[in-house]
């Protein structure tokens, strides 16, 4: 095996997994930068082409952030279907968006409804299942589970509540009433949605 972990042609970086790449973890071909899905980048984390920035999704730009083509400066940040006086890089300097939203969550056996105790094998001897959270289910865990993250989303640019709801499933604009079950604090859109596999099932 290339000591380099290349799996293309005439790399001389690493990692990477298309041809005559000469940065690192590059899938485009002819990349001399890092982490480029496209092609002929120059500069790094690019997924278009022919880009000497960083960050471009877009095609022969110098600039830094663009999804356009042929761009030479940042763009303003548009966030919640606004623009915003700011251009993306002084809001990434400026604001936090990261959330850690988990891919999965173990299941108490007791916790199981019927329908996952017919499908899933061998849960008797785990105690249990790993369930695979879908998308807006994770958004929900990942929000009842750290309120302390709450303060740095609804305080966003443009904040808007129904924007948000439509992408990550949380509804911001009633309190979650928690109700504690077990020594466990559950919200009332997790027992409805249980509810709703429990009945479905």
């Not at 000591?3 to 690493?14: D, V």
């Not at 890092?34 to 997924?47: A, C, K, L």
Request: aromatic fraction near 12%; glycine fraction near 8%; charged fraction near 25%.
């Amino acid at each position: 095996m290339d000591k380099n972990l290349n799996s293309g042609y005439s790399n001389s970086g690493y990692s990477n997994s298309g041809n005559r790449n000469s940065g690192s973890y590059n899938s485009g071909y002819r990349n001399s930068g890092h982490w480029n899905s496209g092609d002929r980048n120059s500069g790094s984390y690019n997924s278009g082409h022919w880009n000497s920035g960083y960050r471009n999704s877009g095609h022969w730009n110098s600039g830094n952030r663009n999804s356009g083509s042929f761009n030479t400066d940042c763009p303003k940040m548009r966030i919640f279907n606004k623009e915003t006086d700011m251009t993306v890089k002084e809001f990434y300097d400026k604001y936090n968006i990261y959330a850690d939203i988990p891919l999965t969550r173990w299941i108490n056996k007791e916790d199981m409804t019927q329908n996952e105790k017919d499908k899933i094998n061998g849960w008797e001897a785990l105690g249990g299942y790993l369930k695979t959270l879908d998308y807006k289910e994770a958004c929900r865990v990942w929000w009842e589970e750290n309120p302390n993250d709450h303060e740095r989303f609804l305080t966003l640019p443009n904040f808007n509540a129904e924007i948000f709801k439509e992408i990550t499933g949380i509804d911001v604009t009633k309190p979650e009433t928690l109700i504690e079950i077990n020594g466990k604090n559950y919200s009332i859109s997790t027992i409805q949605e249980a509810l709703k596999r429990y009945i479905n099932d």
